[in-house]
């Protein structure tokens, strides 16, 4: 996401007169996409070390849009249409924010590649939350791959 972000900034810059506000936002997007990168590295480095799980107070809707931006190229570029439902309102949840992260981004990613046998037109992912009765949050990611074999 950095590197396209910034071959991005650079065409801004290159066009006659520059995007001056384009480079910028895309400049924005670069600072946050190195945050997220050192988030990672962070928590490898915990993991190693064998330091306590994080606790922190999650927005799981956040957490999922910043998912989604990180990874909308790629979805893209598979011919997949992205749809969210999310609920407003949710509670926040207690946990490792980048360990959630990673739990969304593998279940977009699973899902795309679920969807490469099925006609591009086809190939749609809703990601939707909700709150169950207990007021936890639901996550659910549907796509139209061809599912599992019943056997």
């Not at 670069?30 to 064998?50: S, T």
């Not at 992205?82 to 992260?101: F, M, N, R, S, Y």
């Not at 990673?102 to 990613?109: G, H, P, S």
């Not at 990601?127 to 061809?146: E, K, M, Q």
């Amino acid at each position: 996401a950095t590197l396209t972000n910034a071959q991005a900034a650079l065409r801004w810059l290159s066009s006659q007169p520059p995007n001056l506000e384009e480079v910028r936002q895309t400049l924005d997007h670069i600072v946050n996409d190195a945050k997220r990168a050192g988030e990672v590295i962070n928590q490898i480095r915990a993991l190693i070390k064998k330091a306590p799980a994080r606790k922190d107070s999650i927005d799981v809707n956040n957490t999922i849009l910043d998912v989604i931006a990180l990874i909308r190229s790629e979805v893209l570029r598979h011919g997949v249409s992205l749809q969210t439902d999310l609920a407003t309102g949710l509670p926040l949840i207690k946990g490792d924010h980048v360990e959630l992260q990673q739990v969304i981004l593998n279940l977009i990613l699973n899902a795309v590649e679920a969807m490469s046998c099925v006609d591009e037109e086809a190939r749609e992912l809703r990601i939707s939350t909700n709150t169950d009765t207990s007021n936890g949050v639901l996550f659910a990611a549907r796509d139209t791959g061809p599912g599992l074999d019943p056997t």
